[in-house]
């Protein structure tokens, strides 16, 4: 089974200042983590992914994330907040399933709100 | 390369109707999976064709059903609509089976009254 848990639905932040949106997983086989943005009234949008790779990823529009396995954690980081950023941010964690299949569990959501 | 496409993008039914909802997958994308996302509930998984078979189900009443088509077009229904069905539906494509990357749609607005 897997899991994820987005810690604060909503997180504020001043344009220029650091984003950090966390993300804590439960998998118990490797998994593959993603996060995704998705903005009003359209669909999600991948920013990056972890594949068991390097454990620092860079996705687009500055943003990155770090695994570290022994935190369970995948937190999303861009050092300077822009107003475009504005969106709700999803992570993501893949997994073998009982049926041999990887389907994406997601979690639930955190806000961004970007201050002038 | 257009994206992944969804239509339509907004429906209002009654309870007790059902519906039918299309995704068009990128060219070459042969698997699609779809999404329900509800404000209480968050994104679920609902299930993943590839190559005309249902290959992953989530955790969803029978009434919820699906298929694909030859050129990797999906379609998904559902029947006896309940109010609990209000949702955004999204369709993801990907190349292959349980790939590791999907691709989202613009999502199909269900309101149920």
């Known amino acids: 089974a897997q899991s994820v848990t987005q810690l604060g639905s909503h997180v504020s932040v001043s344009e220029g200042a650091l984003v950090l949106l966390r993300c804590n997983y439960s998998?118990?086989?490797?998994?593959?983590l993603f996060w995704y943005v998705q903005y009003p009234n359209q669909g999600l949008q991948l920013l990056l992914k972890?594949?068991?790779?390097?454990?620092l990823v860079k996705g687009i529009n500055g943003f990155e994330a770090e695994f570290k396995k022994s935190e369970t954690s995948f937190h999303l980081t861009k050092p300077s907040a822009h107003m475009s950023d504005a969106a709700e941010y999803f992570c993501?964690?893949?997994?073998?399933?009982?049926?041999?299949?990887?389907?994406?569990?997601f979690g639930s959501g955190t806000r961004l709100q970007v201050q002038p | 390369k257009a994206g992944v496409t969804q239509t339509p993008r907004y429906l209002i039914k009654t309870r007790g109707q059902q519906v039918t909802l299309s995704c068009s997958p990128i060219?070459?994308?042969?698997?699609v999976s779809w999404y329900q996302q509800t404000p209480g509930q968050g994104l679920q998984f609902l299930f993943e064709?590839?190559?005309?078979?249902?290959?992953n189900k989530g955790n969803f009443p029978g009434r919820f059903s699906g298929r694909q088509f030859s050129n990797s077009r999906s379609e998904m229904n559902v029947s006896t609509l309940e109010l609990g069905d209000s949702a955004l539906y999204l369709c993801?494509?990907?190349?292959?089976?349980?790939?590791?990357?999907?691709?989202f749609g613009p999502g199909t607005r269900l309101t149920v009254l």
């Open positions: 993801a494509s990907s190349l292959a089976l349980g790939s590791n990357e999907q691709f």
């Open positions: 998998s118990s086989v490797p998994p593959y």
């Open positions: 972890y594949t068991s790779a390097a454990t």
């Open positions: 993501a964690v893949s997994a073998l399933g009982d049926t041999g299949r990887r389907a994406l569990t």
């Open positions: 060219s070459g994308h042969r698997s």
């Open positions: 064709y590839f190559s005309e078979t249902q290959r």
